[in-house]
């Protein structure tokens, strides 16, 4: 069985600071793992994802995420909050190579002038 | 510009009423997935196939709603008769579900559905 877990259901930082969002895995086999972000109104977009290749992934707007084997997490960063960050972010976790991803609860990110 | 396609991406309905929400997933996909997503309980699975076939609809209320493929370009999930709890967010979403790929899931805008 595979889970996630997110911790914090909101973070809020302000514009310019470091966004640090929190997860956690648990698998019984390599996991693909995924952050996903979703704007208000619109469906879930894919931010970036490990699939057992480099462990520190850079995704699209800026973020990037570390698999740390030992410490089953896969926290996402950004070094500079913009306002257009703000939005849910959602950490998932796959059997290598099927889709049937398995979602965190989410994390709200605010982002404050 | 490949994409996954959702119809209605609203509806409001008056309880009892049948509402089928549609899902076009990108050409090539043989997995589908129904998510229903709300305030409370987050985003929740449904029901997914692969290709065409139901592997799994444990998240579903079986006594009111009912997922089905008729062709590889269609996935429609039904609710009949809807209650004002079904109001959510659902959507679907395709992938890959060879093995062989990287796993991730493409999403389409949702559905909301308002059941009054």
């Known amino acids: 069985a595979q889970s996630v877990t997110q911790l914090g259901s909101h973070v809020s930082v302000s514009e310019g600071a470091l966004v640090l969002l929190r997860c956690n895995y648990s698998?019984?086999?390599?996991?693909?793992l995924f952050w996903y972000v979703q704007y208000p109104n619109q469906g879930l977009q894919l931010l970036l994802k490990?699939?057992?290749?480099?462990?520190l992934v850079k995704g699209i707007n800026g973020f990037e995420a570390e698999f740390k084997k030992s410490e089953t997490s896969f926290h996402l960063t950004k070094p500079s909050a913009h306002m257009s960050d703000a939005a849910e972010y959602f950490c998932?976790?796959?059997?290598?190579?099927?889709?049937?991803?398995?979602f965190g609860k989410g994390t709200m990110l605010l982002v404050s002038p | 510009d490949a994409r996954v396609t959702q119809t209605p991406r609203d509806k409001v309905t008056e309880m009892g009423q049948e509402v089928t929400m549609r899902c076009q997933p990108i050409?090539?996909?043989?997995?589908v997935f129904w998510y229903r997503q709300t305030m409370m309980q987050g985003l929740e699975l449904l029901a997914y196939?692969?290709?065409?076939?139901?592997?799994?609809d444990s998240g579903m209320p079986k006594d009111r709603f009912s997922a089905e493929m008729p062709d590889a370009t269609l996935a429609t999930l039904k609710i009949q008769p809807s209650e004002p709890r079904d109001s959510a967010v659902y959507f679907c979403?395709?992938?890959?579900?060879?093995?062989?790929?990287?796993?991730?899931?493409?999403f389409g805008e949702g559905s909301r559905l308002t059941v009054l």
């Open positions: 979403a395709s992938g890959l579900g060879t093995g062989e790929g990287t796993g991730e899931l493409f």
């Open positions: 698998s019984s086999v390599p996991p693909y």
């Open positions: 490990y699939t057992s290749a480099a462990t």
């Open positions: 998932a976790v796959s059997r290598s190579g099927y889709s049937t991803l398995t």
């Open positions: 050409l090539g996909h043989n997995t």
């Open positions: 196939f692969r290709n065409r076939a139901p592997l799994d």
